[in-house]
């Protein structure tokens, strides 16, 4: 398969126009102002309720709409699927669209189950021989302060990294009184904050030190175990909030704390590294800035030094505003979508995470589950 | 003049490609994704480089390039000129626009002399007389924390306002080495700091208190006196850095200091009111925060509150995504285009600042460039 | 026994004139010029190398030194033993002093071994029937901010309390050519950063809940396990870092991280508390700080907010400077001072932590090693 | 005379027993137990209320207390006399007490008007010659963050300081209820916050450039013209905020705001520098940090970096705690008395400032004065 196709801009077809389509849209609309990318277009935004996509659709600037993922994703005009649909749908389409040839983008998590993932990366790895491109969205990975924290590790400036600690704190659980959704039953989510935030908390510690989980302790708690539904109080039975201590490949020991009853904290990702020469802090609630640390210096001069992510110097912030313009949650998004329309085009460019990286996360998080069922004790991946 | 046209979108014509055209260009891409507006079509983009502006049209995403800005005001089908070229060309745009019954957005500063913005108040008087909008765009007053900021204090949480404190500070000019410039020259430019970043320094000053200048006690400062120019050294002819303090018709006093030599500012804009029965702090460069001083609860609890300015109640943010999910500099020209589409649609909305407001600063401008002629004596307005 | 000797001030000795030896003699000296407490008098420090002591017994304004503990708490002009030396001679003393009548204030941690903490309290409490005050010294429950923080939870600001979250990161030991030491081998300090700086955060974490741990998962970890001695590399035979997590028996759930390889981290004590109608947050480095979110006041306005706690309505500051001049981590040793003098003086105030209290934590900190040991699994109190 | 007394330690008499009487005792009863100082003895305590200075005496721990100042600095074993007296006293015992060859230290400001100050400078100019030590006690200087910034400064880290801008808000005259006070009325205070804190502001300005105040304007202003009195309303004859720019003989321009009307500030010292080759910043409310930025690092890892003041390398701090300690308010002054205590031990230990220092500084707050009641205008010292 070529790379680009020669007479056309690449077609994008999004599936999904909730929270994280309207995220993906904005990428898709924004990324070729902002960087020297292959042309695309928008051609059509799926989903099931015709009247609401019909309205996505104008809101959101795509060509067309539709309603039958399967009919678009045999489209000879489309070259990239874009997965923004819940959790449970990720494998059937992607795996439809990698078999179709597309290019595909896949939101987290991969999947519900580590059966479904472990199919995904099968069609990945066919689909990649191919020359296509299956890229999981751990998008705050592209996150310029976070992106120039994983440089700055592999520039060796903290040496030997020795302890991660990260944490992703929300509070939209703490009123009891919130009622019951899908995000609250184990069959349709998986799992509670552990697969919603553990995982970017558990995913960041991996992608910066660059090293991979060996072995997991873990809790799990569920702080309110039942609310309102329908027809009165019903079980929750997901986590509200979960702890791991990871067993690291490159020696270090990870930590992970993730709740949505943290009261005050709003989208609190935090991380935090420490190594032999220097070490990092990250707040994704100021994602424009990297604390950094060196412990090189003389001693009279040390101290966490705060980065403002936006010279022109740092990572995705050529294309963007001058030094002092910080960027929002959703820029992170358009740099996704610039570094996939990159490993579209340059044959030797790797996309990462790939499909393959997010099997390995969801083995991770089935480790905590575990561990916690065994009363905490480790379990070895 | 009907509000909105019967069966078309709102036409929008660019006038400049710049940084300012590209923050413009990704608010009208992005505004109707945010928010419920009257729909636009990006019509066409406006330089005077064919080859420049065309590629500008192609990677902004507008239908059409031109270089004749006087052919493209006269389209029918353009009903929103959007100014964004050196200060020297706005009058003459905009008067021109205006007069052939186009709404109209034009960049601060309004002018580069007072003559010239006095003629504008006029045209946009008439214009404003037959339903049109005259805009100009100080665009930090619709970043929200600065907009929950002010309807902070309408609300009377500050109770009366004895003492603003403004600072807008940056470091590009550090190096002696940095070569000449047209901003560095009076007859291009008008002045230094002072045009470029006092005026929103006091601005923000005037929109937070409500309260308009009487007097004004100023210093301006060229600390490089000379920089390298193609023809060796040439003489600066605008101030590096300013300060003033004003006296306000509300009987705060206000206070400026903005400089483009502070060593390590990026785009520090920070505002501080004092009032009495309570206290704000924001800066620029974390811009989703407003610091809140509530004098009236209990001692033991007072302090200043980091409101992170997210949530779905907070100016402008009911468009944008979940509490937490912070918005960068950008976004404030998304919000800027939305008042301004609903001051058009809207028969009874009033745009603000408009060209008065714009001609009022001007003229505080000019009498901090008077005071400091006068070894710091006062002038009064 | 009376409380106070009726014609002369309490008689202070104080056994160890090192780091703590010093901080407490600060706190001698001090106390009743920044309190109205029962005139004390500073009569004998206890060392036993004589010449280091008699500098000791100069400098930190002592009457007189000694090198004899035994001798010196059965005189009768001694009312108060501090007990300042390392944790394997608390016992011995403590037991003696309190036996010969005195009241002792005793440095945490209380022992080395459970054993001893056993027999410690079986003394006190005789004492206590007779009068006495046996009082351990875990000097930061008296952190004006960390007291405030009591306050706010004990009357009920943050609701009921669900998270509890407390670190405690030092640097000290990331240079891998740091030398063994006494503090670095079981048999000597028992365990190392679990029993030295866990315990404050375990401490932190019961005093300001209120909730008692019932049951712990923990983590050690020895990161360098062999360090320079001197005939060459030893073996490391205590942890360089700890993480657990607690259940308390009013339902929360503690998590605690401590590390001496936290690389820029200098004394880095941290606390939140997650509430249903607030939460708390604390760092030790800005001690006079205390961040609180109130999560009744409308969400526009919420936030963590700065509270200085510097005001005279503040706990323990009515003696101290006028508001925004804060004070250093010595003070709270001045705080205790003044606590242990009133807990004499006043019949019915009772000190708190006592013995029991130190007996207890030892008994959570002994159970985070037998999870360690167990592979992270679950053990009960 | 001898630097020190042959047989006896240094003896120190105090004059004043409130608020600053308290942190000079504090700081004469740690001295020696912090630092490597001669031996003192704490003498006497005056004032002129005698059961007051009876109480302050056994509560402050000094040896006699006394009513009459002319008798005590005519004792034999008074070496030093320590003024913290109101200002309008200064003058008299100052000179009085070199006159009678002991060393003095006097609080700031030197004195109420110029003509005293000038009268104190000769006969500390005499004085000095006689090797006695006439020190002025802007104890800030001696702050660890503040002391460690003069040296960057000295040592070359910022280059060639082009501007520096210093702050010192409180928020105690807020209430217009609050009411009328000596320091409320010109003939008993000289001025308002600008000779309370501005005088600060200045000197850290002065100090921490190493430039001298060649020409101001300044702006004055009474915000709550009139206060309750015994009698009723009386008018406030001082300024309660204060605005200045200061010509510096180094080519810096400085700006200075100062105001008791600041909601929410409570001791808000503030102090920035900017320089070709980096910049400082700093926060009384903060005082163990300060901000620095090194502009010479490569431009993706630039920053402020808080550097945590606490390092036994930093100034002042051999002597106290180990890293990550901090210090308090009050500690500056123990400093201030060891530097001292050195100056007088050591024959070629100049102290600064001393009271020519003072004079000068008097000499620019009479210049802001001056430019005030010229409606700005600039004043040339």
């Given at each position: 398969?070529?790379?680009?196709?020669?007479?056309?801009?690449?077609?994008?077809?999004?599936i999904g126009y909730a929270?994280?389509?309207?995220?993906?849209?904005?990428?898709?609309?924004?990324?070729?102002?902002?960087?020297?990318?292959?042309?695309?277009?928008?051609?059509?935004?799926v989903g099931r309720d015709e009247e609401a996509v019909?309205?996505a659709?104008?809101?959101?600037?795509?060509?067309?709409h539709a309603t039958d993922w399967?009919?678009?994703?045999?489209?000879?005009?489309?070259?990239?699927?874009?997965?923004?649909t819940p959790?449970?749908l990720?494998?059937?389409?992607?795996?439809?669209?990698?078999?179709?040839?597309?290019?595909?983008?896949?939101?987290?998590?991969?999947?519900?189950?580590?059966?479904?993932?472990?199919?995904?990366?099968?069609?990945?790895?066919?689909?990649?021989?191919?020359?296509?491109?299956?890229?999981?969205?751990?998008?705050?990975?592209?996150?310029?302060?976070?992106?120039?924290?994983?440089?700055?590790?592999?520039?060796?400036?903290?040496?030997?990294?020795?302890?991660?600690?990260?944490?992703?704190?929300?509070?939209?659980?703490?009123?009891?009184?919130?009622?019951?959704?899908?995000?609250?039953?184990?069959?349709?989510?998986?799992?509670?904050?552990?697969?919603?935030?553990?995982?970017?908390?558990?995913?960041?510690?991996?992608?910066?030190?660059?090293?991979?989980?060996?072995?997991?302790?873990?809790?799990?708690?569920?702080?309110?175990?039942?609310?309102?539904?329908?027809?009165?109080?019903?079980?929750?039975?997901?986590?509200?909030?979960?702890?791991?201590?990871?067993?690291?490949?490159?020696?270090?020991?990870?930590?992970?704390?993730?709740?949505?009853?943290?009261?005050?904290?709003?989208?609190?990702?935090?991380?935090?590294?420490?190594?032999?020469?220097?070490?990092?802090?990250?707040?994704?609630?100021?994602?424009?800035?990297?604390?950094?640390?060196?412990?090189?210096?003389?001693?009279?001069?040390?101290?966490?030094?705060?980065?403002?992510?936006?010279?022109?110097?740092?990572?995705?912030?050529?294309?963007?505003?001058?030094?002092?313009?910080?960027?929002?949650?959703?820029?992170?998004?358009?740099?996704?979508?610039?570094?996939?329309?990159?490993?579209?085009?340059?044959?030797?460019?790797?996309?990462?995470?790939?499909?393959?990286?997010?099997?390995?996360?969801?083995?991770?998080?089935?480790?905590?589950?575990?561990?916690?069922?065994?009363?905490?004790?480790?379990?070895?991946?």
């Amino acid at each position: 398969m070529p790379h680009l196709p020669a007479d056309r801009p690449l077609g994008v077809a999004l599936i999904g126009y909730a929270f994280m389509g309207r995220a993906h849209s904005q990428a898709w609309r924004t990324v070729g102002a902002a960087f020297d990318v292959p042309d695309i277009a928008r051609r059509v935004i799926v989903g099931r309720d015709e009247e609401a996509v019909a309205t996505a659709a104008h809101r959101l600037d795509w060509e067309e709409h539709a309603t039958d993922w399967r009919e678009v994703i045999s489209r000879d005009d489309i070259d990239i699927v874009d997965i923004c649909t819940p959790g449970f749908l990720h494998a059937e389409i992607a795996i439809a669209a990698l078999e179709a040839g597309k290019h595909v983008l896949c939101e987290k998590p991969l999947a519900n189950d580590t059966a479904e993932a472990q199919a995904m990366v099968e069609a990945a790895e066919k689909a990649t021989a191919r020359g296509q491109v299956a890229a999981l969205g751990f998008t705050y990975r592209r996150v310029p302060a976070l992106a120039l924290a994983r440089q700055f590790v592999a520039d060796g400036k903290l040496g030997t990294i020795r302890q991660a600690k990260a944490a992703y704190l929300q509070d939209w659980l703490v009123d009891e009184e919130a009622g019951m959704s899908w995000r609250l039953r184990r069959e349709t989510a998986g799992s509670g904050a552990l697969g919603d935030i553990a995982s970017h908390a558990i995913d960041q510690i991996q992608f910066l030190t660059g090293q991979r989980t060996t072995a997991v302790r873990g809790r799990l708690a569920t702080m309110v175990p039942q609310r309102p539904g329908e027809d009165g109080l019903e079980d929750v039975t997901v986590d509200d909030a979960a702890w791991a201590t990871l067993e690291l490949d490159g020696g270090a020991i990870g930590s992970v704390e993730v709740s949505r009853m943290a009261t005050g904290a709003k989208n609190r990702l935090t991380v935090e590294l420490f190594g032999t020469s220097g070490a990092l802090r990250f707040d994704l609630e100021n994602p424009n800035e990297l604390w950094y640390l060196d412990a090189t210096v003389p001693v009279t001069e040390q101290g966490f030094t705060r980065v403002l992510v936006t010279e022109p110097e740092h990572p995705y912030l050529e294309a963007w505003w001058p030094q002092g313009h910080v960027l929002g949650w959703e820029n992170a998004f358009t740099n996704q979508a610039r570094d996939l329309l990159l490993a579209i085009r340059d044959e030797d460019a790797a996309y990462a995470p790939d499909f393959a990286d997010g099997l390995a996360l969801q083995r991770v998080l089935d480790a905590v589950i575990a561990s916690d069922a065994a009363d905490g004790a480790g379990v070895t991946l």
